[in-house]
């Protein structure tokens, strides 16, 4: 069965497609700002001009017809509201066009089942950092719940915040991690508030330290201590529900120093850790295709194909678990 999935939650319009459990094509553009952050009515007119050309691309890597897809999949939410419309749209006329389903996917959900399927994780406690997102999740009673998230900005965001005030070019996360590698210690406030974690005091005593530190150190210490809260949480979700696997996932996954630190962690405990490579760590439609698909097959409902921009990963039920 062949799946095509759409992504338009933020920056990113991607077309992935799938065949079972084989990624046959995974083709996206990303939309980068001029200055400031994402101005999400220019992010949405990016998707809608590049959307013909994404899908077209997808069906020639895929080599295969668009008569041939099955069922489409999209991006439902969370994510900024005049992106996840042009997503729904194209994938709504392609269903209307084609007379298949047409499949609302949790996009966190995605990022989570695209990792288990590229990893070879089972059941693992999930760290799923992106530019919108921080969650630690895990699998209990019929859904993926959050054990803890951030309270107010997801890391990838606080990094091209941060990145942006120091002058660096957006995405500021990878940026941030080479600059990184040359700095020292310096102390910042450290959140954590119970399973929960909060970036913005952090971010805004960075920003001011911009004037008085040198900025590699400043880097540093900002992977430092926002990736140890993180850790922190994710070693007690992992000790809460005894499980043995850790999977990261989201775009910030491509820093390698989180990794390691994650590393460490798990090897302290007798856990494995997963990484999602590189390719589907990012927003992707590889990943609503497999999310969209395994839904489709468990029998999950798709008439409703609203846009839900607050959609939680534990709003959703799970029946194929
Ligand atoms: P996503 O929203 O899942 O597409 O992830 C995008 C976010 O990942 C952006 O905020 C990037 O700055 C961040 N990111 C990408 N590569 C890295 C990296 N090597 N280190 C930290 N953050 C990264
Ligand atoms: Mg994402």
Redo the contacts with the bound molecule.
């Keep these: 069965m062949i799946c095509l999935g759409i992504e338009s939650t933020?920056?990113?319009f991607g077309v992935g497609i799938v065949e079972d459990d084989k990624v046959l094509a995974n083709v996206k553009d990303v939309y980068v700002p001029k200055k400031g952050g994402i101005h999400p009515r220019e992010a949405a007119d990016h998707h809608y001009d590049i959307a013909k050309e994404i899908v077209t691309k997808a069906l020639e890597t895929a080599k295969i017809k668009l008569e041939d897809v099955d069922v489409v999949a999209f991006s439902a939410g969370p994510g900024l509201p005049p992106c996840l419309k042009i997503g729904a749209t194209v994938a709504r006329y392609l269903a209307l066009r084609l007379n298949i389903p047409c499949m609302p996917t949790n996009h966190c959900i995605g990022?989570i089942e695209i990792g288990k399927l590229m990893t070879g994780a089972k059941d693992p406690v999930t760290l799923y950092?992106?530019?919108?997102?921080t969650q630690v999740i895990a699998f209990t009673e019929g859904r993926y719940r959050v054990f803890g998230e951030t309270q107010d900005q997801?890391?990838?965001?606080v990094?091209?915040h941060f990145?942006r005030e120091a002058g660096l070019q957006?995405?500021?996360?990878?940026k941030?991690?080479a600059l990184a590698k040359n700095g020292k210690w310096i102390e910042l406030p450290y959140v954590v508030k119970g399973m929960d974690v909060s970036f913005s005091g952090i971010l805004t005593n960075a920003i001011q330290k911009l004037k008085t530190e040198k900025l590699e150190d400043l880097c540093y210490s900002l992977?430092e201590t926002c990736f140890a809260m993180l850790i922190e949480t994710s070693e007690r979700a992992l000790a809460h529900t005894d499980k043995t696997e850790v999977l990261l996932t989201?775009?910030?996954a491509?820093?390698?120093r989180?990794k390691d630190m994650l590393d460490i962690m798990c090897k302290e405990r007798g856990a494995k850790l997963f990484a999602v490579p590189r390719e589907f760590?990012?927003?992707?439609g590889a990943q609503i295709a497999v999310a969209g698909l395994i839904m489709h097959k468990a029998g999950a409902k798709s008439e409703d194909t609203k846009i839900n921009r607050f959609w939680r990963t534990d709003d959703v039920e799970i029946p194929y678990i």
């Design positions: 933020a920056h990113t990022h950092v992106s530019g919108g997102n997801g890391i990838g965001n990094m091209d990145a957006h995405p500021g996360g990878p941030i991690e992977q989201g775009g910030v491509a820093n390698s989180l760590a990012g927003d992707c």
